[in-house]
């Protein structure tokens, strides 16, 4: 009914940049929040920003003034901006929503995008 797809993952060399996107398509009412979070190697899912629909961000604290998240939820889409990439950023990168579809709210997930950072 709901699906999520993420796009703009790669290998970048410490220090790029990467632009994560992601659009939510199917038979959504309404939307809620979306965010970011990611799996790195060996480590459990965390979060990496989020953004409500009224605009208010929270954003972990090890990449605050690095990575910008920003959102059209009337398109259902969400974008991260991601600067000063270090090594630490390696992970697979999930996009996240909640969205009222048909009678209820649910947690959607992508099927993750993949971010090296390596010299």
Excluded: H
Aim: aromatic share 10%.
């Amino acid at each position: 009914q709901v699906q999520l797809v993420e796009s703009g993952g790669g290998l970048v060399q410490p220090g790029g940049s990467l632009r994560l996107s992601c659009a939510a398509s199917g038979s959504i009412l309404k939307i809620n929040e979306m965010g970011w979070y990611r799996r790195p190697p060996g480590n459990q899912r965390e979060l990496v920003a989020r953004i409500g629909s009224g605009g208010l961000t929270n954003y972990a604290d090890y990449v605050k003034g690095r990575f910008t998240i920003s959102r059209d939820f009337a398109k259902g889409t969400v974008s991260l901006q991601m600067n000063s990439l270090e090594p630490e950023d390696t992970a697979v990168y999930y996009c996240n929503a909640y969205i009222l579809a048909g009678q209820r709210w649910d947690d959607y997930w992508g099927q993750g995008t993949q971010v090296t950072v390596s010299s």
